[in-house]
């Protein structure tokens, strides 16, 4: 029907011709993003399950990224212990050499600074080797303290840590006498932690001073020099003393301790930080001069007296009360001590007991060292597998997301050539109306 009001030919072409130009807004926009799956529109159910792929690729290469840092944690950490085992053979070397009686007392002597200083480096090198602040040579390993890689899945890599210090490896040098420790409950989880606490609480800054001797209950000829350790501590503040910080003091006490009226020297290193394997924790370590000595005594002086006054917390702990009565005395806060003959190579027999020593230690450290190189085998192929794993989810991401370029072209071109035949076929329409008015003249 011919007409003028109502131009149906043009309305139906302009409706074919939107038509067509949102198919060609979208084949425009998935070539251009390259993904045939741009909005939730395209496809409700694929866009979920891209996007669930997409986070578990993320998830595995993440993974991987973990487990080539737990491979170069390993690496650093059995790196250190390849340095360890040089020691360790040097140490078996010179006990060899100290153990043959061709030696004179004195030159065993000599070879035993060095075998102390071996010693001495292999317990530095366990706890200095870090890896971003993580260590895993000084703890005894527990059930709970194993190192846990995340590689993508619910299941972790657990690395296991090991003791490779003097006391892990059974290795603490010295030729033996009196050593005390303080009670495991106020260890410490690092060295560099608060382990005493002194509080004045009235009266001007004091020197606390801390009095250590150790004693021959056999004769009074064999006792130690008092190894005398001046604490300072703020007036009306608590003062805060590391473990480090403590045993550092008390180093520089008994090194400082010069020569007796013979000549002797009295000088030695009388405390360290020592890790309690059973606890895992650091505590305080003291050791006499030579093996005369089979009991020790500490005591506390210089804290303010008095009502509110002075306190002592921590690895000490020495109450208002105890302060006021003059119970100053600080054994009460260690374990009883114990006569340790120490391993060294001053005589032929004790360097023929330190080749067995030494021996069970080199395979302590090997145990470790093999096990630290499968867990590294282990990350590897964990790495190679993560990498396959991502690489068959991109490829399956990939079939469901991206477009069909080849597939897409022809579609474009189809909705071009529909656009075009549309705008056409409008302007036709549009003219049809026109035609009416040859009849109205």
Known sequence: MLSIKNNVMAQNAARHLGMAYDNLAKSVERLSSGQRINSGKDDAAGLAFRELIRADIAVLQQGARNAQDGISLVQTMEGAMAVMDENLIRMQELAEQAATGSYSAAQRIIMDNEFSEMADEIERIADATTFNGVTLLNTAPTATNALSIHVGTATTIDIAQVNMTKAGLNIDTGNG????????ANGVDASSDTWLTITQGCGGALTTTLTIGFEDSGTTENNESDIVVALTV?????????????????????????????GNDLRYTAAFSYLDTTSSKYVLQLKSRDSNADSYSMAMSGIASGASCGSVTGGFEITIAENIAGSLSVTDNMQAGVTKAGLNILTTAAATAALTTITNAINSK???????????NRLESTVAILNIQTENLGAAESRISDVDVATEMATLTRNQVLAQAGVSMLAQANAMPQMALTLLR
């Open 366 to 376: 090997d145990t470790a060292r093999a096990a630290f190189g499968y867990k590294m």
């Open 177 to 184: 006498g009196w050593q005390a420790y303080s009670a495991t």
């Open 234 to 262: 703020v007036s009306s503040a608590a003062t805060t003393f590391s473990l480090a910080s403590l045993v550092s003091n008390i180093n520089s006490a008994s090194n400082a301790l010069g020569w007796d009226a013979s």
